[in-house]
């Protein structure tokens, strides 16, 4: 039997799943090892389905839907530049500060000529 392919981040390509389980001899029983992969199989087909209708009921004027889409599709995650930490500096633009200190405090030194 040809399976459905379906791509997405849980299911890429076919599943090792058998169709029948043989451990216990029965027809349709399912080997509960394989239950995380069938269900986010199933759950990856009938995705364009279920964001279609949030998403109707969301143009709709629906806020706990528009809400649930958010989260779902991970936009009230990006980062807000005014929450954000400031970096720090660069190892070149410490580098380059100290060179330049250095040199500062090298010109206000005074000349000593020669040996003494």
Do not use: C, Y
């Amino acid at each position: 039997m040809a399976r459905k392919r379906v791509a997405g981040r849980f299911v890429k390509g076919t599943t090792d799943e058998p169709e029948e389980s043989t451990s216990l001899g029965r027809k349709g029983v399912r080997n509960p090892r394989f239950f995380k992969t069938f269900a986010r199989k199933q759950f990856a087909e009938a995705l364009p389905v279920i964001v279609s209708v949030l998403l109707d009921k969301a143009k709709s004027g629906s806020v706990s839907h528009l809400k649930l889409l958010v989260e779902l599709s991970g936009l009230e995650k990006d980062p807000d530049p005014k929450k954000m930490k400031p970096r720090g500096k660069s190892l070149e633009a410490i580098l380059t500060e100290q060179w330049a200190k250095d040199k500062a405090e090298a010109a206000l030194k005074p000349a000593t000529g020669g040996w003494r």
